[in-house]
């Protein structure tokens, strides 16, 4: 079963760090562009940051200077170092490609995959 597992979220005070990771699962040969976005209670999905699979970075105007997106591409695996938490953060981090590709018999498929979300929690 082709997947993405998210790994890494907690409870963190404000000023403190995570790092977020995101593992691709399940025979995925090829990741295309990776993103993290987040929900946070009663709002929408919102794109945090993407990183295509030439490393191309793009981030939301409240996370630049403090969020940094990477990937590896043999591991195929991608993370979300997070610096200077705020309050604000808070949400359930969502990991996601859009194209993910795999084989299957004989054949080979892409389709958009999103991971199962990991809660980041910023409090005192």
């Known amino acids: 079963q082709v997947q993405l597992v998210e790994s890494g979220g907690g409870l963190v005070q404000p000023g403190g760090s995570l790092r977020l990771s995101c593992a691709a699962s399940g025979g995925i040969l090829r990741l295309n562009t990776m993103g993290w976005y987040r929900q946070a209670p009663g709002k929408q999905r919102d794109m945090v940051a993407t990183i295509t699979s030439s490393g191309n970075t793009n981030y939301a105007d409240s996370v630049k200077g403090r969020f940094t997106i990477s990937r590896d591409n043999a591991k195929k695996m991608v993370y979300l170092q997070m610096n200077s938490l705020k309050p604000e953060d808070t949400a359930v981090y969502y990991c996601?490609?859009?194209?993910?590709?795999?084989?299957?018999?004989?054949?080979?498929?892409?389709?958009?995959?999103w991971g199962q979300g990991t809660l980041v929690t910023v409090s005192s």
């Open positions: 996601k490609t859009d194209r993910a590709t795999y084989k299957s018999g004989l054949a080979f498929f892409d389709r958009e995959l």
